[in-house]
């Protein structure tokens, strides 16, 4: 019987990536995202892969459409194996530029839909007591970003989320994980980057510490890795015999996770963030 795997934000970058790699792997995959008609570059890859997917509507910002896939999934396939939670949306800017609605939507896509999605197949894992939940994190989830407050306030959300759930799953049979990468090569990368022409009105107190940041960060994508780097690991999660709650991509992720895990203080972790503000 093949396992069913539901992926969501499959149009692009990290999910798309994923989505071949399950079903590379032997899993059926439902492959979701918000609109199919942005569903080329995934059916081109598939179409070179030589692997079928199932595509499918999944607004993660949505309860009906959320419940309706869940719904329509396990009535065609009748279960549900693994669940990765990758949609999600980046947003840079200064803390006092950041709107109400920007945080809500940021907010909304990266821990509510997490929680929403969790939440719909949870039920179906429970009653057959198997199944694995993957939610795709971040280094921003671990340690904060400067100017990625909303983003990392909504990826740290998801990593107590899932931390606090793990123990009471685990007695039902169902393993959760959160895969936390660093630097990724995708256009997700790109959207968010681009999103400094929108904080140019930033006055003169924020301007140099972003210009600053900015330079850095470029720096850092010089160890970038790509999507199927990340996919691989995914994989790893849904496929382990016994998986673990985190998985850390790289080892740079894994120098600055230890970092901050070795000094309850915080000062070191500051220090370096700060360092790349010049």
């Known amino acids: 019987m093949n396992r069913i795997a539901l992926v969501t934000g499959t149009s692009t970058g990290i999910g798309l990536s994923t989505a071949i790699h399950l079903a590379k792997a032997g899993f059926k995959v439902v492959a979701t995202m918000r609109n199919l008609a942005k569903a080329g570059p995934l059916k ?4 070179k892969e030589n692997v079928a997917l199932d595509l499918r509507v999944l607004d993660v910002e949505s309860d009906a459409s959320v419940a309706g896939c869940v719904r329509d999934v396990l009535a065609t396939h009748g279960q549900i194996d693994v669940l990765v939670n990758n949609a999600g949306q980046g947003y ?19 821990f509510f839909g997490v929680w929403r999605t969790t939440q719909a197949v949870f039920p179906h894992l429970r009653e057959k007591r198997s199944g694995r939940v993957i939610t795709v994190s971040s280094i921003g989830g671990l340690i904060g970003q400067p100017f990625n407050d909303a983003y990392c306030a909504a990826k740290f959300a998801c990593e107590g989320y899932f931390e606090s759930l793990a123990p009471v799953a685990k007695r039902l049979g169902i393993h959760l994980s959160l895969v936390e990468p660093g630097p990724v090569a995708t256009e997700f990368v790109n959207t968010v980057l ?3 022409k929108e904080t140019q009105g930033v006055d003169a107190a924020y301007q140099p510490l972003l210009d600053g940041y900015m330079r850095g960060s ?11 780097d990340i996919a691989r690991v995914i994989v790893e999660a849904a496929t382990a ?24 203080t915080g000062d070191s972790i500051i220090a370096l963030t700060g360092s790349r503000l010049s």
Do not use: C
Request: hydrophobic letters at 25%; charged letters at 30%.
């Open 44 to 47: 081109e890859r598939a179409q």
């Open 92 to 110: 840079l800017g200064s803390m006092e530029q950041t709107s109400q609605e920007q945080l809500r939507k940021t907010m909304e896509i990266n």
């Open 194 to 196: 681009g999103q400094r």
């Open 218 to 228: 470029q720096e850092a994508f010089k160890i970038s890795q790509t999507g199927d």
């Open 241 to 264: 015999e016994a998986p673990h709650l985190r998985y850390v991509t790289s080892e740079w992720v894994r120098g600055l996770a230890s970092r901050k895990y070795t000094d309850p």
